[in-house]
């Protein structure tokens, strides 16, 4: 009894154990799966890519990420990502120095255009990110500092 | 039931710009009440979008996205007088659909 | 408007990467404030006090559409630009919310105490709060046209004015260490002058606003209450007399400038 439980759970872990290599291996897509925990949990842009199954990212003058240049409050930051890349799957908002460096993934289709706007809680000054992530794999970013200040007791 | 969602669609050019605003805490789940008790994480993780009833957007969120969120996005191929229809559900799997007509 | 505003902020971006590396530091708050007027987080109290004026509800299961908040019952266009002032049925000057209050027990026999002796964010007072978002949106960009006609009105405004100079509490401060002289501020936050000339959509005319900081939406009630707090005095009952005089001085320093209620905050 107790070996048969014991042997049917090391091959449950050895089975998923060979799905992580797979997946790893870029056999199975990983952005297949509709909640990515492990790129929300990432704590480096690099992290955030790779858990998405792509490519080490590259800069790009084809991908634009906007916000303010100062936030007066980190809890409400407006920031926008967009690209005019072809075949991209996959527009991303990341904040650097946030203790998880994802904020959202954006899933484009033929049915939008390209073009993201949302806003972000910044934990301190740091670099955001704008992301697109091609059908073959590929990333590519466009980065900007964005100061956050404490502001005052009143307004 | 979750407060309802402002959701605006405005026609131009053969696309509609849709403006969402929604009713939600978002709770990254590092903050500490006053008894130093951690305050669970409840935040929205998944949003859709449809242009009369046809998906044409999905997207994941984590608990960075701000408190009573703001999205923008721009559907193709809308004219005034369609529906658009926006979903949202959290970590604790309540959800939320309110619809527009474009303008 | 909003749209071709942020459309030009992001043309701005495209196109003055230089510009704004030399931009002073207003200017960058001025911009993050201009980002944020599009989808202010406001509107869905606005959405939500809509509903509540509309909704039967208390003891007496009516609505709010027969509320008089000046201008006569049902009135809300241009009501919030004519508050605080003096109402014949209750022999007194009320602000908003206090009015709010009062319609609420009238019509709907919502017991008062449930918002004077509630907290922030909660509850009745939370209505009320939504309610105030509301009211005041369908004022928007209309100028303070305040009544001085009414002697109690005008007696308000004079004790609004004492109060506003009076020092106390640990710190000896009053609200105009903070608020009487142009050009002051605490750290990044320019502190308008409510003893001096108004501006649109500054000081009185700013609130009810959502503050992102918090994500709360404060009416001037909170705002008050909250200053008072920070001069270390104790916090004033809600919509208390005292609050009513300040908001009637204020108010009617704000004559003739225009009303950006809802506003947004840091």
Redesign the interface.
Known sequence: MISRKTSRRAALQQSLAVAGMLVAAGVLPRTAL???KEA?DAKTVADVVKALGAGAPAESKDVTITGPDIAENG????L?AATTLAGVKQLLVL?EK???T??????V?????P???????LGQSSDVYAVAITNDGKAFYAKKEVKVTLGGCGG | MA??M?IRA?ASGG?A?V?V?M?H??E?G?RKDASGKTIPAWFI??VTAS?NG????????????????????????AKAGDKIAVTWKDNRGDTRTDEATVS | MR?TTLCAVLALAAFAPHAWAQKSTSDGIAEYREMLQ????A??FE??GEDLWKQKRGPRKASLERCDLGKGPGVVKGAFVELPRYFADTGKVQDLESRLVTCMSQLQGIDPKEVIDGAWGKGERANVTALATWVGSQSKDMKFNLPQSQQQERAFYEVGKRLFFQRGGSHDFSCASCHGEEGKRIRLQDLPHLSGKAEDGVGFAAWPAYR?SS?EMWTMQHRLNDCYRQQRFPEPIYASDATIALGVYLGVNARGTKSAVPAIKR
């Open positions: 509709a909640y990515n929300f809890a409400v930051v407006p926008g904040v946030n203790p998880n994802m904020v959202a993934g954006f899933n289709t033929d049915a939008v255009e073009n993201f706007l949302t806003r972000a809680k | 407060d309802p402002r405005q696309n710009t403006r605003l009713a805490e978002m990254t590092q993780q998944e242009l046809k998906p044409v957007l999905t997207a994941e969120w984590g608990p960075a996205v701000s408190k009573n969120p703001f999205m923008q996005f721009t559907v193709k191929g | 749209k599009d989808g202010n987080p509107e869905l959405a939500k992102v994500g």
